[in-house]
C-alpha cells in the first residue's frame, strides 16, 4: 500500500469511528442539551476526516469535490441548527418569553410562560 492509501484508510477509519462514537452518545444521553452535545464532533471531526479520506482517494475530482463541499456544508450549518434546537428546547420546557411594555419609561417585564 502507498502512503496516499494508508493515510485515507486511517482516516476513514477516524471519520467512521468518530460517527458512531456520537450516534451512540446521542443515543445514551437523556437530555436534549447533553445530546446536542454529540453532534458538534460528528459534523466537524467525523465529516472533515471522511472528506479528507475520499480527496486522498480521488483527488479533486468529482468525488473529492462533493465531499468536500458537503463537509463545509455541515460546518456551517450545524452552529445555526444546534442553537435552534437548544431554543426550541427551552421553550418547550419554559414557555415563549415575552416583554410587555406600555410606553418606553416604564420598566420592561420579562414573563415566562410556564405550563
Known amino acids: 500500500m502507498t502512503p496516499r492509501a494508508v ?6 477509519v477516524l471519520g467512521v469511528g468518530t460517527e458512531l462514537a456520537c450516534c451512540v452518545g ?3 444521553m437523556r437530555g436534549v442539551y447533553d445530546k446536542l452535545h454529540y453532534t458538534a464532533p460528528a459534523t466537524t471531526l467525523g465529516a472533515f476526516a471522511i472528506a479528507g479520506a475520499v480527496l486522498l482517494r ?7 469535490i462533493k465531499a468536500a463541499l458537503v463537509a463545509l456544508a455541515l460546518l456551517i450549518t450545524n452552529p445555526v441548527l444546534t442553537h435552534a434546537t437548544a431554543r426550541a428546547a427551552r421553550i418547550r420546557r419554559f414557555g415563549a418569553w ?16 410556564r405550563p
Do not use: C, K, R
Open 58 to 64: 480521488s483527488s479533486l475530482l468529482q468525488f473529492g
Open 98 to 113: 415575552t416583554i410587555q411594555a406600555e410606553d418606553e419609561e416604564v420598566e420592561v417585564e420579562v414573563e415566562v410562560e
Open 26 to 28: 446521542v443515543l445514551i
Open 7 to 12: 493515510a485515507g484508510t486511517v482516516l476513514l
